[in-house]
């Protein structure tokens, strides 16, 4: 086993700051800046196997595609001993949730984010976040950590407490979005927990594959080029991933408060679907009914961009009638369509990180992209972590194949037929008979995910290189067993231990996180991460306090400042 890599090998010098949407990636990472161009016309098709020939002429195939930066973003519910969304605030022990670099909160005070570092080896990321978790469940008294997706018993939306980050105008925007996210959406759907991959392929990859291209433009446009095509493919292919993964297909009556959706009743206090995968990207998990109007398009850097500004500065009727600040006090940050970007919901995102005050579409064109998140993965309420290596391996070869095979430009016919792919598995992919829609036509969902799984092998095989456990290539047996037979998938496993136990969802995911909770307090933390862990909680309050201390202006000039960049 891999020993686990400790927090001292990431130390940094200062707090980096995190903005509004995501993690700050270290320096290796950093990029060009020559600004970026619309998609390039496609050339002649490509077969995979053609272009693997053609990058092998220009080194080891195989060292170029390995060593990619892997990191996870990682939620979950504070909960009491009763299984009730805590109350309590962001403990003091875990640091500032504004400025510490690993341990933040994402909508709700209750809802704790865990963020990695990147690593070049997933066996490191995975320690990593192993690390979080024992170091927070030391910290949490008598609380714990809820094991799935899906939410626990909710009491209505008085009682999901609202995260807070301090009196600074950063501070207070990452509020006032999240007073925004409740207004309009209503608190119990931002609730619910996921697991996002962040991935970045490896630097040395670019000018090998641009050379075997025989593309003429700057790195950077090339970059931005091909990051666009893996995102489109994969979003052609990436309802692969709550089939594979997806653990979420029942819940708590609760969440839904009454509203009547025409679930099957598990039990008394359940609801499920019975072939589902993920409710959590279904239509009632992550959505913006107003987003239909955006028409984002994924053909290019530019593009991606002005869709996005466009919507942040577009109002919506609905969220006028909500009103922006009333009686002194913001309830959203803006009546537009969205708030600001990272309100776009989406299961993959193109990613540059935001320096402070930074607006992130605008990072993206002064920057291009620098990793994509994906952000499809559900908690995995069997591992302690909520994610595997297995996992993390495949969706690794997945977006390798999503980069390196042809990518159409999207039209409006086929964006719809993605939505409607993404939301038909989530809701059905264990249906044996589940059709989706490929180029205009029927397909059926196992037929295709054989079609991919075989077009991974090969890809398998370079990754692996000389790792006698050849992990991708074992991740990929896994997976075909769960395509040939979905009672191995998790959401099939969820609902067969359900009924094995003869416990609602409630109690069964009260028992994994009891379980977790146990394996946590009954492994010591090596002393190095604990004392790494304890230093940057300790000075990420202090950087709270400087960044609080630093403010100049109003909280209304701020915001007047921060979308009025350009």
Known sequence: MTPAVRFSAVRMTHIPLRGLDGWFFPPIYAT?????????????????????????????????????????????????????????PHPAALGSALAHPHITTDYSEALLEFVTSPFRDVRATLSSLTDIHAFVYHHLGDEMLWATSMPCALEGDERIPIARYGSSNV??????????????????????????????????????????????RTLRQFKDDWYFRALRNFQRLGWLVPYLFGASPAMCKTFLQGRDLKFDQFDAH??????ATSLRLSDIGYKNSNQARIGVTYNSLEDYVA??????????????????????????????????????????????PIESGERATLALKRRGVMYLEVRALDVNAYDPIGTDEAALRFI???????????????TPEEQEAIGHNQLLVARRG??????????????????????????????????DGSDPARPYSASLETQRMSVEDADHTPSARVLADMRAHGESFFRFAERMSETHRRHFLDTPLAPMSEADLIAQARASLEGQTAIEAADKLSFDEYLHQYFSQS
């Open 307 to 352: 869709t996005l500004s466009h919507a942040i500065s577009t109002p919506a009727t609905d969220y006028e009638r909500i009103g922006v600040k009333v009686d002194g006090e913001y309830r959203q940050l803006n009546a537009n369509i969205l708030q600001i970007e990272n309100e776009f919901y989406g299961s993959i995102r193109p990613k540059q």
């Open 396 to 410: 690794e070869a997945l977006l390798s194949l999503c980069l390196l095979t042809d990518s159409p430009l999207t």
């Open 430 to 463: 264990r249906d044996p008979e589940l059709m989706l829609q490929r180029d205009g036509a029927p397909v059926r969902l196992k037929d295709w995910a054989r079609e991919v799984l075989t077009q991974l092998a090969p890809l398998c095989t370079l990754l």
């Open 171 to 216: 501070g207070m925007m990452k509020h006032v979005y999240r007073r925004g996210l409740g207004w309009r959406y209503g608190r119990s759907m931002q609730t619910i927990s996921g697991v996002h991959f962040n991935y970045s392929f490896p630097e040395a990859l670019w000018p090998a594959l641009q050379a075997a291209e025989r593309d003429p």
């Open 32 to 88: 060009m800046t020559t600004p970026s161009p619309r998609a390039s016309p496609m050339q002649d098709p490509v077969s995979l196997e053609q272009r693997l020939h053609r990058l092998s002429a220009t080194g080891d195939t195989g060292g170029l595609l390995r060593g990619g930066g892997k990191g996870l973003e990682k939620e979950s519910l504070r909960v009491t001993p009763k299984g009730c969304i805590a109350q309590t």
């Open 270 to 275: 359940t609801l499920y679907e019975p072939y």
